[in-house]
């Protein structure tokens, strides 16, 4: 692992990265070895109900799942804090390039400013860092519907996620039915 770990957020003020309880259900702080995954989670939005985040031989994959929303997530500015690595391991059950700490909170060594974060994104998808996927374009594995989203959901929900399902219909309305459908049969 590199000796330093990068962290994005929206937020500019933090003095300490502190610990927050993850999708996975544990307190911890994510961190990523690469800046460019780092700057996909500066921007602020519904996580996978906007966008998917993939990983392909070290390059992330930033897929937009409706119209606009690159714009409306990462048309702002950003943060990246830079961290030491020294707490910070990889899981089986993460993302693959993320790491995660699970020190209460730690002190950045660094903060970096993006003026525009989606700007930023460009350049790097420019410099081959990223490859960024704007709707309706995608990985042809990744429905136009995005109905991918419905088994994940109800995967949440049943690992203690509350409202995983409601989220998704607020977004997706039209999956109701076979929302429900899978829920009954189960």
């Not at 780092?38 to 992330?60: C, H, Q, R, S, W």
């Not at 690159?70 to 910070?88: D, M, R, S, V, W």
């Amino acid at each position: 692992m590199n000796n330093i770990v990068y962290h994005g957020s929206d937020n500019g003020n933090l003095e300490f990265i502190r610990a927050n309880i993850s999708t996975h259900q544990k307190k911890c702080i994510y961190a990523s070895e690469n800046k460019v995954v780092a700057m996909l989670f500066m921007g602020k939005g519904m996580g996978d109900l906007d966008t998917v985040k993939l990983y392909n031989n070290e390059i992330p994959i930033l897929v937009e799942r409706r119209e606009g929303l690159l714009e409306k997530i990462y048309n702002k500015p950003g943060y990246i804090y830079e961290l030491y690595a020294t707490t910070f391991n990889h899981y089986e059950y993460l993302w693959e390039p993320e790491v995660i700490s699970f020190e209460k909170a730690l002190k950045p060594i660094k903060k970096v400013y993006y003026d525009n974060i989606l700007n930023t994104l460009i350049k790097e998808e420019r410099n081959g860092n990223i490859k960024i996927y704007r709707y309706p374009n995608r990985p042809n594995y990744i429905p136009l519907d995005n109905s991918d989203l419905i088994d994940r959901y109800i995967s949440f929900e049943k690992q203690g996620i509350e409202h995983a399902v409601d989220s998704l219909l607020e977004v997706y309305p039209e999956f109701k039915d076979k929302v429900l459908e899978k829920l009954l049969s189960k």
